[in-house]
C-alpha cells in the first residue's frame, strides 16, 4: 500500500506561516505529479496547488500569491509553503500523487491521510 506521508499542520494565527511537507515513495513521486488539496467542515474536497514531475505550477485563485508549492526530487518530498494565513484556509490539507495539475483522475490517485491546518487568534 503506498503511503503518503503529510507533516507540518497546526495552530497559527492570521497572517502567519506554515510549511506543509509530504513525503512519498520514491517510485511514485518521480512518476508522477504531486498536488495539495484541503477540505474544510462541511465543503468538498478542493484543489489548492499542484506541481508536475517538470516542475510546472497551478494554483486555486484563492491562494495565489500567498501559497508555494515545491518539490525535492532527492528527497521524495513535496512542499506547500503558506503565507498570509486566513482563517478560511483552516481545513484538513491532503497531499496527493497522481492527478494532473488541474485535479482530474486518470487512474494514479494516492492519498495521505492529512495533516490539519487551523487558522485562528
Known amino acids: 500500500q503506498v503511503q503518503l506521508v503529510e507533516s507540518g499542520g497546526g495552530l497559527v494565527q492570521p497572517g502567519g506561516s506554515l510549511r506543509l511537507s509530504c513525503a512519498a515513495p520514491?517510485?511514485?513521486?518521480?512518476?508522477?505529479?504531486m498536488g495539495w488539496y484541503r477540505q474544510a467542515p462541511g465543503k468538498q474536497r478542493e484543489l489548492v496547488a499542484a506541481?508536475?514531475?517538470?516542475?510546472?505550477?497551478n494554483y486555486a485563485d484563492s491562494v495565489k500569491g500567498r501559497f508555494t508549492i515545491s518539490r525535492d526530487n532527492a528527497k521524495n518530498t513535496v512542499y506547500l509553503q503558506m503565507n498570509s494565513l486566513k482563517p478560511e484556509d483552516t481545513a484538513v490539507y491532503y497531499c496527493?500523487?497522481?492527478?494532473?495539475?488541474?485535479?482530474?483522475?486518470?487512474?494514479?490517485?494516492?492519498w495521505g491521510k492529512g495533516t490539519l491546518v487551523t487558522v485562528s487568534s
Open positions: 496527493n500523487a497522481g492527478r494532473t495539475p488541474r485535479g482530474a483522475n486518470y487512474g494514479v490517485d494516492y
Open positions: 506541481i508536475t514531475t517538470g516542475g510546472r505550477t
Open positions: 520514491g517510485r511514485i513521486f518521480s512518476m508522477n505529479d
